[in-house]
């Protein structure tokens, strides 16, 4: 038997064993929260309000039920004497003759009460509990990060018009995942952040975070689920690249330099999207989607349809993807690839990438090339790149970022870093500052 059943059913127990009937109801609600909340330790010199001497039922009682393998001759709360007692009645261990139960059991009558209706208030509790609970197949996840630092403005502007800056900002996201086969995955994305918009080539402001002006804003839906050898994924705020490969390891602290500088082609954006991706052997994977933008839905005349495709392929040591995007603005064609040299803690990844716009418009391009090291109990990264799509005409900008992640523990990291904007003809802009995570 349980011991929640034997709880419950010490009151007919005891009723029958001595005549005593034990209701809850029947006891003092002062009294109860006297016992609950008192050390009252029941032991050989103080049972009652009386002495006890040897010789007497009380004593001869207390001793056996003391003495018992649970216990073991320590003293014990009057709470912990009646449940011990409950367990000799309801499992007959023969332990007290029945004389000696009967006694006991009047004795700790109001402990035995007290005990019921805990039980029976445990179980309301769990009840309820288990009623308002999330599903066992719902799952939660998150991050939160704060960023502290600094920048120097290249623009050389001084007094009222000076773009120098300290930031504090922070970002939030919030993933739920359910599951209803095993096999597929709903996804809810939620983010917040009060980041800086004003970044780029000849601005203020570190290039980091999420600009939601600290509203809370679902940034993706989706639905993942197999059909055959393929992953499908469907959603609205989803990316159409969402399924795809992406040979990328950079640890960047510049938004920019993301995507190993192939964020139009690799990484490929929408409102309303498809994505699909299948492995075909050995570490190869192929991936398709299409994307609507600009709230007009998908595949419409008024939508703003974006199509591209990936082909990538990943072991333990390198890995590449090459991945080529229509949108109605311009087409892309970009490179993206990562390498581990055996026996040395360090990855190298980097990517290329080409514009080529619809109509008179110019060419565009970008790269990005990074590496990181172990470094200690952290790791050290350090990488170079343009800072976004660059025009045949416009004047190329580099960014450079040097950061040192320290882990705090499996689930918080530290990482302070430092970060150049470099624009021929003009003054360099320049950041440091430090950035807080935790995982949820």
Not at 181 to 190: A, S, V
Not at 379 to 408: F, H
């Amino acid at each position: 038997m349980k011991l929640f059943q034997k709880l419950v059913a010490a009151p007919a127990i005891i009723s029958i064993a001595t005549g005593f009937a034990v209701n809850a109801a029947e006891i003092n609600s002062t009294d109860l929260s006297d016992y609950s909340n008192s050390n009252n330790l029941v032991s050989l010199d103080n049972f009652k309000s009386d002495t006890l001497f040897p010789g007497d039922w009380a004593y001869d009682s207390l001793k056996d039920l003391t003495n018992s393998p649970k216990f073991n001759g320590k003293s014990v709360s009057r709470l912990e004497a009646a449940a011990e007692l409950n367990n000799l009645i309801a499992g007959g261990e023969g332990l007290m003759n029945g004389a000696a139960l009967n006694r006991l059991s009047d004795e700790l009558g109001s402990e035995l009460a007290i005990m019921k209706g805990r039980v029976d208030g445990l179980e309301a509790r769990i009840n309820g509990i288990e009623a308002g609970s999330f599903s066992e197949t719902t799952t939660m996840s998150g991050s939160v990060g704060f960023l502290i630092g600094a920048t120097d403005s290249a623009s050389g502007k001084t007094g009222a018009n000076n773009n120098d800056t300290v930031q504090f900002e922070y970002s939030l996201g919030i993933d739920l995942n359910s599951s209803f086969t095993g096999d597929d995955k709903l996804n809810i994305g939620i983010v917040t952040g009060n980041g800086l918009t004003n970044v780029g080539a000849d601005k203020t402001g570190l290039d980091w975070g999420e600009s939601e002006d600290n509203v809370l804003t679902v940034n993706d839906v989706n639905y993942t689920f197999p059909v055959g050898a393929w992953t499908i994924a469907v959603g609205d705020s989803m990316d159409a690249s969402k399924t795809w490969p992406n040979a990328c390891s950079m640890n960047n602290m510049v938004d920019n330099l993301g995507d190993c500088g192939a964020a139009n082609s690799v990484d490929l954006s929408g409102d309303v999207s498809f994505s699909a991706a299948t492995g075909f052997g050995d570490g190869w994977e192929l991936g398709i989607g299409a994307s609507g933008g600009d709230g007009t839905g998908l595949f419409t005349e008024q939508s703003s349809d974006a199509y591209g495709l990936a082909v990538g392929y990943e072991t333990d040591a390198y890995g590449f993807t090459a991945a080529y995007s229509d949108k109605d603005t311009a087409s892309y064609y970009g490179l993206t690839a990562y390498y581990s040299p055996e026996g040395l803690p360090a990855t190298i990844s980097g990517g290329f990438e080409f514009g080529t716009p619809e109509g008179t418009g110019e060419d565009t391009t970008q790269w990005a090339f990074g590496i990181s090291s172990g470094l200690g109990e952290g790791k050290l990264s350090a990488n170079v790149g343009t800072n976004g799509q660059m025009k045949d005409s416009t004047t190329d900008v580099y960014a450079y970022d040097l950061s040192y992640e320290y882990p705090i523990n499996d689930s918080m990291s530290v990482t302070p870093f430092v970060y150049v904007s470099e624009i021929a003809g003009s003054d360099n802009t320049t950041g440091a500052g430090a950035f807080v995570s935790f995982s949820f």
